[in-house]
């Protein structure tokens, strides 16, 4: 029965809990609360019946239940829609204050300051100091000693009637000592406030570090693209005058010169691809860093362009490029780089597929499920089953295609995997040695505006946080 967030107080740490982090803590939460109202069901119905423990259980199962409730209801609401960051922090704050409802009621039903139970407020409070930052964890572990140290002054005034566990020896007068509630209390507030402050700081020194990790890939990552596109000029001019002496426009070359030249245009053009390659790679990584925010990018459109891009390629090698249009649909995603996806993706199929064979490229949209799916198929090559773990690996090129004379960098795939994460959709690869590859991706529909204004608004409050 956990759960913890972020709000205007306590706030988080100096170096801020990015998005992505949050919604994984609120998933984990969820979880844990799962576990934890199942729990408390089962932990009730095992002492009532099982050991012949006299407690209110009805209550303690209404209790249990309400914690499934209230977790189904917030599952269902983090799922519906993507939530800007100050959502996603109240949505936390409204899961602490639930649980803290709940424990506070557990806690008085199993024997108030005598309650085993009591531990669980410091679980909440250690799990609360992995996003807050050490103050707000503070806050928050004085918070559970101020409603520990409430409840107990309720029970032993009479104001609030005491629920004792006589099969626990839980039936003493315990709770009306005030030397016992202060003893408790003083050893429940230091372990709290020691917990918290280990667990933030702890938490904090790891989310800095990873700040600093993120500033280095974002420097990398530029100057990859800085570097590459000031490559692919005179690279491309190079390839350019090589081709017009191998087509024979200067003077007659010998057998040699021609293989010499034939040679130099084969490493140009291998050069060209690696700095396509390295471009798209540097674009994935840097849209991934940054969090550069999603629009809505018309699917039919994005595609049509790609497969009109890598047509000539298809007609010089004699291979079909065969398109099936699916439902006009709008994509979460950025314009140029899901062109830079279908182009990747279309232009492999076409590079590992011989002369004579087919790449069909179709999509799918499932409007109920909040999808497309978009699918390339080839009958080309295939790729070894013992290297298809590895094919999304970066600079990694399956043993066959490394055989064959086509070039490549193992980069591209990487690159897509980057972006296609990035938008928040799924890409899976089947293939079989010799007889062709298929690649599907799932990406999420735009389906409203309300939902693309909500996208766009978690990313740019996340980049200006991370900046």
């Known amino acids: 029965m956990q759960g913890h967030g972020s709000g205007p107080a306590p706030e988080l740490s100096g170096s801020r809990q990015p998005d992505d982090a949050l919604a994984s803590t609120a998933w984990l939460l969820i979880a844990l609360r799962w576990a ?15 050991l012949g423990i006299a407690l209110p259980w009805t209550v303690l199962f209404a209790i249990g239940a309400a914690v499934l409730t209230y977790n189904a209801a917030l599952a269902w609401e983090l799922q519906r829609a993507i939530r800007p960051l100050p959502v996603a922090r109240r949505m936390l704050w409204v899961q602490i204050a639930l649980d803290w409802a709940a424990m506070t009621a557990l806690v008085h039903f199993t024997g108030g300051i005598t309650s085993p139970a009591l531990i669980y407020f410091v679980i909440h409070v250690a799990l609360a100091g992995t996003i807050l ?26 104001t609030l009637a005491h629920v004792s ?12 000592r005030g030397e016992y509630i202060l003893a408790v209390l003083f050893f429940f507030t230091t372990t709290a ?13 790891l989310r800095e570090r990873e700040a600093r990790i993120r500033a280095m890939s974002e420097a990398q990552a530029a100057f990859t693209r800085a570097a590459t596109h000031e490559l692919r000029a005179p690279v491309a001019s ?6 017009t002496v191998e087509q024979g426009y200067l003077d007659e070359m010998t057998p040699p010169q021609a293989v010499i030249i034939q040679r130099v245009a084969e490493r140009l053009d291998g050069l060209r691809e690696l700095i396509d390659d390295l ?18 990018v018309d699917l039919g459109a994005a595609l049509s362009d790609s497969v009109e891009r890598e047509r000539p390629l298809a007609e010089e090698k004699s291979v079909m490029l065969r398109v099936q249009p699916g439902e006009p649909a709008s994509v979460l995603a950025t314009d140029p780089g899901l062109s830079m996806v279908f182009s990747n993706l279309i232009n492999n199929a076409i590079k590992y597929t011989p002369s004579g064979g087919e790449v069909a490229v179709r999509w799918a949209v499932d409007r109920p499920a909040g999808w497309a799916s978009v ?15 590895r094919i999304f690996d970066e600079f990694f090129r399956a043993s066959n295609a490394r055989k064959s004379r086509v070039i490549g960098t193992g980069i591209g795939l990487a690159a897509v995997r980057a972006m296609v994460e990035h938008y928040g959709g799924t890409i899976a690869l089947d293939s079989v040695e010799g007889r062709g590859t298929r690649v599907t991706l799932r990406l999420r529909l735009a389906q409203d505006g309300r939902e693309i204004a909500d996208a766009g608004a978690k990313q740019r409050e996340t980049a200006e946080i991370d900046g």
Do not use: F, K
């Open 36 to 50: 934890a109202g199942l729990g408390i069901l089962l932990a009730t119905a095992v002492a009532r019946w099982g």
């Open 133 to 158: 930052a050490p103050r707000g964890a503070r806050a928050l572990a004085l918070l559970a000693a101020a409603l520990v140290g409430g409840l107990a002054a309720l029970e032993s005034g009479g």
């Open 165 to 176: 566990l006589h099969s626990l020896g839980l039936d003493t007068d315990l709770y009306r």
């Open 193 to 205: 406030l020691t917990v918290a402050e280990l667990v933030a700081r702890q938490a904090q020194r």
């Open 238 to 243: 190079s390839l350019a005058l090589v081709r």
């Open 279 to 296: 471009l798209d790679y540097a674009a994935s990584r840097e849209a991934t860093l940054s969090r550069r925010p999603l629009e809505p």
């Open 375 to 389: 699918t390339v198929e080839d009958t080309g090559m295939g790729i070894p089953a013992d290297d298809l773990p």
